[in-house]
């Protein structure tokens, strides 16, 4: 952690970022996931929980599946005992999202405890990070990124933004344009663009995505949508990106040579 | 090696690219090398050599110093000796880049079995990599990357330039503008933008760089300096890049949310 906002290098096979910007909060996940070069697949890693008016969380994945599955399967199973009437802390009926973040921190060590040995013994990595983002009333939005071993850290002002899995390509845009202050719709864009940025370099992360857009003290998510390959939005985005990349770099000045 | 065009992760305190364009070759490095986070200092990582027309080359290496150090000893004192009158091949007289690769590669393989094991029982990473570039008369310009094992592979029509070290940062400019069609100038100016959004993203690259430009057939540098904190032309590359970015980015179409 050079700079406060590395992530993870656990799973180059995904890229997903979370922004909290005034405004609100943006999340953007890839969904391709790879057990090996002959067998790339698909598997969400975003994963949304709203209690409308209350609590609005996302969670977003990276790292082994293994162990991420087997951590939102805990979580899930809590929430859905709480749902029936039992006497359980979840994440979604915890005082704070810190508490949160602890919640799934404890539930990332158990599963690393429980089975990153022999995951490291037949040569893979066990290694995961999850970001936490979201909101509950009384609150303020907040993102976290929780590590194997349960710790956390949050993202704060100075850095706005958290990121898991191949988070380098897509960095030098969010370093140059997010800000606590910057628009939510800039946010959003520039989650796009760095997205874009990755899913060109890199084609280990792959279309669909995932995307969630939490609007401050709304406990409601104002977007929960799939972009889908051929998305027109993002198609253009992307091509107009290119285009003034092209042009801004065509416009530097010149080397002599 | 995903996409053909990624590097190893060895040494993240080092960033170095190689372009190969039809007009002839740029060569980019940072200097700062890190022992430790209280130990940062600086180290040369390009090395040239030319004897004018008839063959220049340039090398630039990254991860473990005590490995790249001896290998570069090796070829130096061949190189020395071949001058004193000794019969010994060297890459600057050996018959063709390919062979020089191969060379570099036999000190790389040696250097690493006679050293790697005590590394990395020390903790440290034995890792390291060289870009080597260059003309010999009669051949054409050509770049590759050799890694500790002596292994090597070459730089493309398909993929015209190749980076070590911290190479994820600054991959996106040149996946987007640098063709073998592209000239020289804008090579140039790629390899910049490149290094620019490197330093920005990574605390642990960083000034003063190592430029060398060598333009096809001449077998001589046309260029070979040092761009020292400071420089107006990279200060002006990098202000530029900044401005044109943001509003780039601000042109972009807007989003609802």
Redesign the interface.
Same mark, same amino acid.
């Given at each position: 952690m050079?700079?406060g906002r590395m992530a993870p290098?656990g799973d180059?096979m995904t890229y997903c970022v979370a922004i909290n910007v005034e405004?609100?909060l943006v999340m953007l996940a890839d969904t391709r996931t790879n057990a090996g070069v002959d067998n790339i697949s698909r598997f969400r890693k975003m994963f949304t929980w709203q209690e409308p008016g209350t609590r609005a969380i996302a969670l977003m994945t990276a790292g082994n599946l293994s162990i991420t599955q087997g951590v939102l399967s805990r979580i899930q199973s809590a929430i859905d005992r709480a749902s029936a009437g039992e006497d359980v802390e979840t994440i979604m009926n915890c005082p704070t999202l810190y508490r949160a973040a602890e919640i799934i921190g404890e539930a990332m060590r158990e599963m690393t405890e429980a089975h990153g040995d022999a995951i490291k013994q037949s040569g893979a990595s066990a290694s995961a990070s999850i970001i936490l983002s979201g909101q509950r009333k009384g609150g303020r939005p907040r993102i976290f990124l929780i590590y194997s071993a349960g710790n956390f850290i949050e993202a704060t002002r100075d850095t706005p933004f958290l990121q898991v899995g191949?988070h380098?390509?897509g &960095?030098?845009?969010l370093?140059?344009?997010i800000t606590p202050e910057t628009r939510?719709?800039?946010a959003?864009?520039?989650a796009? #663009?760095s997205m874009d940025?990755t899913l060109?370099?890199?084609?280990?992360v792959g279309m669909p995505l995932d995307l969630a857009?939490l &609007?401050r003290d709304q406990f409601r998510f104002?977007?929960l949508r799939r972009i889908e390959q051929g998305d027109p939005?993002f198609g253009? #985005?992307s091509r107009?990106?290119?285009e003034?990349?092209?042009?801004?770099?065509a416009?530097?000045?010149?080397?002599?040579?």
């Open positions: 050079i700079d290098e180059p405004e609100g191949e380098k390509y &960095k030098p845009i370093d140059r344009v939510l719709s800039d959003l864009k520039a796009m #663009v940025s060109r370099s890199n084609l280990s857009v &609007k104002d977007q939005q253009e #985005v107009a990106w290119s003034a990349l092209k042009h801004a770099f416009e530097l000045p010149s080397f002599e040579v």
